[in-house]
């Protein structure tokens, strides 16, 4: 039996920052989530789009709009999209008219660079929910999978919350 490829595009958010230590500060880098899916032996097949590298803060329409374009023009049924979580479900709002897809996104609440990173786990969410999911758009974190228009973030608890 074939498995449908998975579309995986990268936006950037925590869980590809990287700690510069001259500069004291995070910011995002080379995105990591190829190199994660490697090491953790996918073997369902897949393409990585590093879309762009931004903090979800970051994100303007114009960003969201062609996060769109990218996912509505590719061949894949089923995408995953690593992002930011502070404004993760203003993007998947974005998302939520496009049919015959089932859209996953994901993020991290600590770098993917991270030993105690919560990141691979929340991509083997993504990438075993947007398989099993019915078409349209949900958010995995932390165990979870949410309806992504029925959700926030509880950014006092650090965990996403069924809206």
Same mark, same amino acid.
């Given at each position: ?50 879309? !762009? ?5 970051? @994100?303007? %329409?114009?960003?969201?709009?062609? =996060?769109?374009? #990218?996912? &509505?023009? +590719? $061949? ?11 404004? !993760? ?5 974005? @998302?939520? %008219?496009?049919?015959?897809?089932? =859209?996953?996104? #994901?993020? &991290?609440? +600590? $770098? ?26 949900? =958010? ?24």
């Amino acid at each position: 039996m074939s498995h449908p490829p998975i579309l995986v595009v990268t936006t950037g958010g925590t869980i590809d920052k990287q700690y510069f230590d001259a500069l004291s500060e995070y910011q995002i880098a080379e995105s990591v989530i190829e190199k994660l899916l490697k090491v953790s032996r996918v073997t369902h097949p897949f393409r990585v789009v590093e879309l !762009m590298r931004k903090d979800s803060l970051e @994100l303007s %329409d114009e960003d969201r709009a062609l =996060i769109r374009a #990218t996912i &509505a023009a +590719a $061949p894949e049924t089923h995408v995953v999209v690593t992002h930011g979580t502070d404004t !993760m479900t203003d993007t998947a709002k974005m @998302l939520a %008219d496009i049919e015959g897809k089932t =859209i996953v996104l #994901t993020g &991290a609440l +600590a $770098p993917a660079r991270f030993a105690e990173s919560d990141a691979p786990f929340n991509l083997g969410m993504a990438i075993a929910c947007c398989q099993a999911a019915k078409p349209g758009v949900w =958010i995995t974190m932390n165990g979870s999978v949410f309806d992504a228009l029925k959700v926030r973030k509880d950014r006092a608890a650090g965990k996403f919350t069924q809206a």
